[in-house]
């Protein structure tokens, strides 16, 4: 009887031990699957990524808190004109002296535009997208809202915007200017800005602007001769990120730095937003984490 508790007692022991090993083994696994489940942190008040094939969530940070957005307001912007009926591209808008009067009473980003110059609108888009032409958005405003005065079309246009954003169900979103420079009622959220430059990419044209580096455009002048024009990508993460392909920066006193993105691999494209980052260092390196981090989910 006394070798048989024995053996009992050494099986039960020897079960034990297999079983703490087994929990150990399996409690190191799961740690570390956790481990790597992690969300990156980021400097950004806000934050989201979304797969643009399937609008699966990747990453969340105040998702749907209200911020202002700065120049990414010109995403609106640009859907706006793009979703205009019967639109030729090559039309042409004379530059006035009202657009020149506004970039320097706001201190705002120009595309430098020269009054007198006809410039086609495919061409006024790419002085929008790339060095952030605050002129080129009035220019654009003017051309695109209704009304008989400048000012009945501007607040026309800036209602266009509105409209676009409730077709889109972008709850959160409120515009007040064209440009982002507004009088605080400019505002918008991660997830709806990721929401509008998902739709945005499904135009062609927007896609060529948004991944463009720099380009060199011939205008014509108000003589009838022509000058080019330069202009260069304020978004650095098209030759800073793998696979990068937009969309917009954006900055401001309110708004801080601010950053809408996009970038493809392995056929899988996605596509965020981060809000507030505090500085433009801290804004591509909050981009560059929850992008990684996208990538691999």
Same mark, same amino acid.
């Given at each position: 009887m006394k070798i048989g508790i024995k053996v009992i007692n050494r099986a039960s022991a020897t079960a034990t031990v297999a079983l703490t090993a087994g929990a150990l083994i399996a409690g190191t696994v799961f740690a570390s699957t956790a481990q790597a489940a992690t969300a990156p942190t980021i400097t950004a008040k806000g934050g989201y990524v979304m797969n643009n094939g399937t609008a699966k969530t990747l990453y969340s940070k105040a998702a749907d808190t209200r911020r202002s957005t700065g120049s990414t307001t010109k995403i609106m912007t640009a859907k706006v004109v793009l979703s205009q009926k019967n639109l030729n591209l090559d039309s042409k808008v004379t530059i006035q002296k009202a657009y020149s009067d506004y970039i320097v009473s706001k201190g705002a980003s120009s595309a430098h535009l020269i009054v007198g110059d006809k410039v086609t609108v495919r061409q006024l &888009?790419? $002085?929008?997208?790339?060095?952030?032409?605050?002129?080129?958005?009035?220019?654009?405003?003017? *051309?695109?809202?209704? $009304?008989?005065?400048?000012?009945?079309?501007?607040?026309?246009?800036? $209602?266009? =915007?509105?409209?676009?954003? *409730?077709? &889109? $169900? #972008?709850?959160?979103?409120?515009?007040?200017?064209?440009?982002?420079?507004?009088?605080?009622?400019?505002?918008?959220?991660?997830?709806? #800005?990721?929401? #509008?430059?998902?739709?945005? =990419?499904?135009?062609?044209?927007?896609?060529?602007?948004?991944?463009? *580096?720099?380009?060199?455009?011939?205008?014509?002048?108000?003589?009838?001769?022509?000058?080019?024009?330069?202009?260069?990508?304020?978004?650095?993460?098209?030759?800073?990120?793998?696979?990068?392909?937009?969309? *917009?920066?954006?900055?401001?006193?309110?708004a801080k730095y601010c950053l809408v993105f996009a970038a493809t691999r392995n056929g899988k494209t996605v596509i965020g937003t981060v809000l507030a980052s505090s500085s433009a260092a801290n804004r591509s390196a909050d981009m560059k984490k929850i992008m990684d981090y996208s990538f691999k989910k």
């Open positions: &888009l790419y $002085g929008l997208m790339l060095p952030s032409g605050c002129d080129a958005a009035y220019a654009l405003a003017d *051309k695109f809202g209704s $009304g008989t005065t400048r000012a009945a079309r501007v607040k026309s246009f800036i $209602g266009k =915007m509105n409209s676009q954003a *409730k077709t &889109l $169900g #972008l709850t959160n979103t409120h515009f007040d200017s064209f440009d982002g420079i507004g009088g605080g009622s400019n505002y918008s959220t991660p997830r709806d #800005l990721t929401k #509008l430059a998902s739709s945005a =990419m499904k135009n062609s044209t927007f896609r060529t602007v948004v991944k463009t *580096k720099s380009t060199k455009q011939k205008v014509t002048t108000k003589s009838g001769g022509y000058r080019y024009m330069s202009w260069s990508n304020t978004n650095t993460m098209l030759s800073s990120y793998s696979g990068a392909i937009g969309v *917009k920066t954006g900055s401001g006193a309110v």
